[in-house]
Structure formats: structure tokens, C-alpha cells
T-cell receptor, first 116, second 113 residues
Framework: GNSVTQMEGPVTLSEEAFLTINCTYT??????LFWYVQYPGEGLQLLLK?????DKGSNKGFEATYRKETTSFHLEKGSVQVSDSAVYFC???????????????FGQGTILTVHP | DSGVTQTPKHLITATGQRVTLRCSPR?????VYWYQQSLDQGLQFLIQ???????AKGNILERFSAQQFPDLHSELNLSSLELGDSALYFC????????????FGPGTRLTVL
């Protein structure tokens, strides 16, 4: 079956530090890959996505590159801010048949706390 | 704001009761997904509807059911509630079955006492 594994957290950083959250996946077929972010008390927001090998998704200073050879989609940011404190979820979606897409399969989430 | 709305925001009820959670997808989106977020299970897919028809089922209990109406809003019905059903329930929508990106609502927090 399909699965996503994220690095264990929580992750605590100082403002302006470099961030990496590791994500690896197992999938049948050719998945689309996503990072979602959940701020305290809120729902999930799409942060970025990539749909094919070597694609780089980017948004708000965050980046992740779809690496098919290592089945990875690690999230990075060069300089984190206090406002980036949230829970980050890696996820995948595999075509269910033809071009039809189905459910998202999520990793367990990584809690990021950024201190001033 | 994703454009997906869910009501109510919070729901507190007792064991054995039945509740209905409501979701309105983004304007024009045909596909609706329901997910459960709990501390022990993480985010789990429950069920998907596309243009009024059930498309896929995940780890959804028999006590739970859902439907999508002609105006494309969806309801998730949870019955014979147990303490372990306490969780955040999210609805997500996507444009159609060939679109991989899902947009999430703010969630309904269910507490079963």
C-alpha cells in the first residue's frame, strides 16, 4: 500500500535558522506529492506540491523537490520565522484509475516551533 | 481562506448519540473528501464523493455514513458515538476527479463525553 514517513519531531529552531523536514514515501504508481501546514487551531493549508520527478514546489520561502530515485520530498526553508511555527504534513495522492485521483495519504506530521 | 466551509466548528455530545457534520465545497468543485484527525491515528481518509456518488471508501466505521447532495454540499453522519470518536473531522474538495489538489475546510472538532 501507499505510505508516507516523516522525520520524528518536534523540531525546535531559533529564528533565521535553516529548516529541513524529511519525508519519504512508498507508493504504487506515480504519486503527486504535497506539503500541508496546520497552524494552531486551524485547518490544513496547502503549502506546496510537485507532480513529477525533479519538479520543485515552492511557496512562502519553502521548497521541496520530488526525488523519484530516493522516493523523497524533503521540505526546506533557508530562514525560518516565529510565524512558521505549525505542524507540517507530507502527503501523497496516487491516480486511482486513468487520470482519476483519490485520497491523500499523510505522514504523521512534524511539529515545528521557532523561538525569537 | 480555502473556500471550503464546515459547520459546526465545535460539537460536544454524549456517548450513544448521533451527529451530523456539514461541508460546503469550493464553488465549482465536484469532489468532496472526509478525513478524521486524531492523536493516535493521525490523519485518516474516510470517504470520497464525486458529483453526488460515492467514489471511494477508506477507514470508515459502519456507524458512520455520508452523502453528497445535488447542490454538492456533503454531510457526514456519525451514530452510536463512542469516546474514541472524539477527533477533528475535515472536509476537503477538489475541482474534479482528475485534479490531484485538495483544499481543506477549517474542520469540526467533535468531543464525545
Amino acid at each position: 500500500g501507499n505510505s508516507v514517513t516523516q522525520m520524528e519531531g518536534p523540531v525546535t529552531l531559533s529564528e533565521e535558522a535553516f529548516l529541513t523536514i524529511n519525508c519519504t514515501y512508498t507508493a504504487t504508481g506515480y504519486p503527486s506529492l504535497f506539503w500541508y501546514v496546520q497552524y494552531p487551531g486551524e485547518g490544513l493549508q496547502l503549502l506546496l506540491k510537485a507532480t513529477k520527478a525533479d519538479d520543485k514546489g515552492s511557496n512562502k520561502g519553502f521548497e521541496a523537490t520530488y526525488r523519484k530515485e530516493t522516493t523523497s520530498f524533503h521540505l526546506e526553508k533557508g530562514s525560518v520565522q516565529v510565524s512558521d511555527s505549525a505542524v507540517y504534513f507530507c502527503a501523497l495522492s496516487v491516480p486511482a484509475g486513468g487520470t482519476s485521483y483519490g485520497k491523500l495519504t499523510f505522514g504523521q506530521g512534524t511539529i515545528l516551533t521557532v523561538h525569537p | 481562506d480555502s473556500g471550503v466551509t464546515q459547520t459546526p466548528k465545535h460539537l460536544i455530545t454524549a456517548t450513544g448519540q448521533r451527529v451530523t457534520l456539514r461541508c460546503s465545497p469550493r464553488s465549482g468543485d465536484l469532489s468532496v473528501y472526509w478525513y478524521q484527525q486524531s492523536l493516535d491515528q493521525g490523519l485518516q481518509f474516510l470517504i470520497q464523493y464525486y458529483n453526488g456518488e460515492e467514489r471511494a471508501k477508506g477507514n470508515i466505521l459502519e456507524r458512520f455514513s455520508a452523502q453528497q447532495f445535488p447542490d454538492l454540499h456533503s454531510e457526514l453522519n456519525l451514530s452510536s458515538l463512542e469516546l474514541g470518536d472524539s477527533a477533528l473531522y475535515f472536509c476537503a474538495s477538489s475541482a474534479d476527479s482528475s485534479t490531484d489538489t485538495q483544499y481543506f475546510g477549517p474542520g469540526t472538532r467533535l468531543t464525545v463525553l
